[in-house]
């Protein structure tokens, strides 16, 4: 059968599953999602949402149940190494990484215990819920450690007796901190990315993904742009433009004729965020009525 519905896997709930809902609203794929519902159907596109642990969207996607999944890059690593050492078929594509769900995988090890080098670590029980990373790592660096595998409460493995160190997600180091841990050696860096069964998609559904995936950079663009508008003296004007790299060409407009100076309203799309003292640059070449405003979408 010719399958006309695009399947995402996102997070049911947890750390991706906001910012995933809030990427397909960006993108305009209007979801009508119901608590406790496996699948939501979008209302104005012709895809699925399945709702489902972070765990199980790689493997969703690599056996072709779901065509795209919203995941963290260390979930993702970690089920391809399982899947490599089992000598299981993997075919898949990151397509864009996101600006989201960003942590990273580090050592801890309690406060009071020297670190002098990834090698101390050596025969040590390391708890942990990626092992397959952790032995990639430790094997690349020729040492061995004992395994605690844990999927859950991984933090308070070594206070209860468990384990001599820890490997586990950090965001900000305050949770490790709260335990009477500290980050020794960060080992994996991760944020969320989206991945695609590439072998299993019709036509139907590339030109679907392509379309999300244009979209995604617009938002992402936007996101990272501003609209500026400025008033200034036109002998002023490639002044102002050498202040912003990467903008664009300017749209200017006239205002009004003075004796000797022409003013003229300056409209710019800047890349970057702008900063006060841009702002006060702007100012002393005699810049008025400066507005910096954020743009919601961008299509070029
Ligand atoms: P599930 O019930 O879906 O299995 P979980 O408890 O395994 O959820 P979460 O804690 O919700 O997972 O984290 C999901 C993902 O979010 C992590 O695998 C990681 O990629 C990312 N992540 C983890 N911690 C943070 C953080 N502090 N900030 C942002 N992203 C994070
Ligand atoms: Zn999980």
């Known amino acids: 059968m010719y399958d006309k519905k695009l399947k995402i896997a996102i997070q049911k709930s947890g750390r991706l599953s906001k910012d995933s809902r809030k990427l397909l609203h960006n993108c305009d794929i209007k ?59 993997i075919s898949f594509k990151i397509l864009k990484h996101l600006d989201f769900g960003i942590c990273r995988l580090s050592i801890g090890l309690p406060t009071e215990k020297k670190y002098y080098g990834i090698n101390c670590l050596n025969g040590l029980r390391i708890a942990t ?18 395994l605690c595998k844990l999927n859950g409460s991984v933090e308070v ?16 180091g305050e949770a490790l901190v709260s335990n009477g841990l500290k980050e020794v050696k960060i080992i994996h860096n991760s944020s969320a990315c989206i991945i695609s069964n590439d072998s299993n998609l019709n036509l139907f559904k590339k030109n679907i993904i392509n379309t999300f995936i244009s979209r995604i950079n617009g938002v992402i663009k936007a996101r990272e742009s501003k609209y500026i508008v400025m008033h200034i003296s036109s002998s ?10 990467g903008c664009t060409k300017p749209t200017i407009y006239k205002l009004k004729f003075l004796e000797k100076d022409e003013m003229v309203a300056v409209h710019i799309v800047s890349r970057e965020s702008i900063f006060w003292d841009t702002m006060e640059k702007l100012k002393e070449l005699g810049a008025k009525s400066i507005l910096i405003l954020p743009i919601e979408k961008m299509l070029e």
Request: one cysteine or more.
């Open 31 to 89: 979801v009508n999602f119901q608590k406790n519902k496996l699948i939501s159907f979008s209302e104005n596109m012709p895809i699925d949402v399945m709702c489902v642990r972070d765990d199980d969207i790689p493997g969703l996607v690599i056996d072709g149940i779901v065509d795209l999944g919203i995941v963290g890059r260390n979930v993702l690593e970690e089920e391809v190494l399982k899947r490599k050492f089992k000598l299981e078929k």
């Open 129 to 146: 819920s990626y092992p397959y990373i952790l032995k990639k790592y430790f094997n690349k660096k020729n040492i061995s450690f004992k």
């Open 157 to 172: 493995a070594i206070r209860a007796g468990l384990a001599d160190a820890i490997f586990d997600l950090v965001s900000t």
């Open 236 to 245: 002023k004007v490639n002044s102002i433009i050498n202040l912003f790299s």
